[in-house]
């Protein structure tokens, strides 16, 4: 069966355009994919990792195939290899960096590949590119097309509310965003009028006095008053019915709800049902916590990412062939 596949190629190591042009050579002519048609190429800081990094290069393309996800990552990890990439730390510098990111309807994966990829839709790195080829390739998930996703993300302030996983959990999470991130977080509590907030209101909401950086003392304030000119993360979701417009608590309305998952061998994939209800037609994000470590600066890059620089350094999609 023939499924539409879309891919992303990034590079900020060594000669990037160059490495960027043979990958995207040796995926169009592998025999995979058909109606190959690339982005432009876009330039866009490095986000999360060690420091000192060179900016990125990042790209996407779109082919119909008939090949299984699974053969795409086999495929696109040989590339990797074959052009010098080395897997060393996590959010690392790399000269080549491939992903599968949709690949038709497929919902799902095993410990090596999760289709769709379960954290592009807070990477404004592949969204807009993927805007060039693919605007109208659907999420199965949740049903939203590409541009649909790219233009609510970039709505209002990049936002996630946490769900999944146990309160102390999800507290934890906020906790450690504000005391090691400077981010701003909320409680959510179960009210049609007010919201609880914890200890780190956002510089400029209405009706509120904060100290220096944005932060202030424990308080309670009407949700209709609240307005976020910062990122933010809530512990909850601020609507019983993510897909409900009219059932979001005032204006706390997150871009991403960010879904935890503990990745263990119970709960590993493949289990989709565990992680995307099928009834919520809300954009959704994978977030493993299984090293809380590594979920909690997942979380500021996320929030980074979704509206982070991204360049366009080509015209056109012709820079590969």
């Known amino acids: 069966m023939t499924a539409q596949c879309l891919i992303s190629f990034g590079s900020n190591l060594g000669r990037r355009a160059s490495l960027l042009a043979d990958a995207a050579r040796q995926v169009a002519r592998s025999g995979l994919a058909k109606d190959f048609a690339a982005s432009r190429l876009f330039q866009t800081p490095p ?7 060179e900016p990125f290069l990042n790209a996407v393309a779109a082919f119909e195939t008939e090949a299984s996800a699974r053969e795409i990552l086999d495929f696109l990890q040989v590339t990797e290899q074959r052009l ?8 690392d510098a790399r000269s080549i960096d491939l992903d599968v990111v949709l690949h038709g ?48 993300v970039e709505q209002d302030q990049p936002s996630l509310a946490l769900a999944g996983g146990d309160h102390e959990l999800r507290r934890l999470i906020c906790d450690r965003l504000t005391s090691e991130h400077g981010i701003a977080t909320f409680a ?15 510089k400029g909401f209405a009706g509120h006095e904060t100290a220096a950086g944005g932060i202030t003392e424990a308080s309670s304030v009407d ?3 609240v307005v976020p000119t910062v990122p933010w993360v809530c512990d909850d979701l601020p609507a019983r019915n993510a897909s409900d417009e009219s059932d979001w608590i005032g ?20 289990a989709p049902h565990q992680m995307w209800p099928k009834s919520w037609k809300y954009p959704q994000y994978r977030l493993e916590v299984d090293d809380i470590d590594w979920a909690i600066g997942e979380v500021a890059s996320a929030l980074d990412s979704m509206r ?5 350094v080509t015209d056109d999609g012709g820079w590969w062939a």
């Open 47 to 53: 986000i999360g990792g060690p420091g000192g990094q």
């Open 251 to 270: 204006v706390l309305r997150p871009r991403l709800i960010a879904r935890i998952q503990r990745v263990t061998a119970e709960s590993a994939w493949p």
């Open 308 to 312: 982070c620089p991204c360049d366009p």
């Open 105 to 152: 309807d497929l919902v799902g994966g095993d410990s090596l590949l999760v289709v769709p990829h379960p954290r592009y839709p807070a990477r404004r790195f592949v969204l807009q590119p993927a805007c060039d080829v693919a605007a109208h390739y659907r999420d199965p998930r949740f049903g939203w097309t590409i541009r649909d996703l790219a233009d609510h």
């Open 188 to 202: 959510i509590e179960r009210s049609p009028h007010q919201i609880g907030v914890i200890a780190n209101v956002p």
């Open 84 to 91: 010098g990439r080395l897997r060393n730390r996590r959010w």
């Open 223 to 225: 949700a209709r008053q």
